[in-house]
């Protein structure tokens, strides 16, 4: 079994940055792709960025070169950098895994961490 965990989220003033973490522990050697997803209130859980084992990358239309997901495969650690964050950005932002090659990893998820962006 995966255990994914998050962290790194907070209240950051609009323009700010973040930098998101998730570590996995378990049987993290048979994870390929890792992602990061995010649900504002009120809304569904929609897809940020996916990277897989061998680091190529995949990211939502929406992100607009303001995210940057990267991996330390040898910390098995996936990162999400956050730069010119907007209120809009406010949600809960999620890992995700998966064993295999695919757009959307759910196998496994971690528990969530809170971004909020507001002055």
């Known amino acids: 079994q995966v255990q994914l965990v998050e962290s790194g989220g907070g209240l950051v003033q609009p323009g700010g940055s973040l930098r998101l973490s998730c570590a996995a522990s378990g049987i993290s050697s048979s994870i390929n792709t890792m992602g990061w997803y995010r649900q504002a209130p009120g809304k569904e859980r929609e897809l940020v960025a996916i990277i897989t084992s061998v680091s190529n990358t995949k990211y939502a239309d929406y992100v607009k070169g303001r995210f940057t997901i990267s991996r330390d495969n040898a910390q098995n650690t996936v990162y999400l950098q956050i730069n010119s964050l907007k209120p809009e950005d406010t949600a809960v932002y999620y890992c995700?895994?998966?064993?295999?090659?695919?757009?959307?990893?759910?196998?496994?998820w971690g528990q969530g961490t809170q971004v909020t962006v507001s002055s």
């Open positions: 995700a895994a998966a064993p295999r090659y695919t757009f959307y990893p759910s196998d496994y």
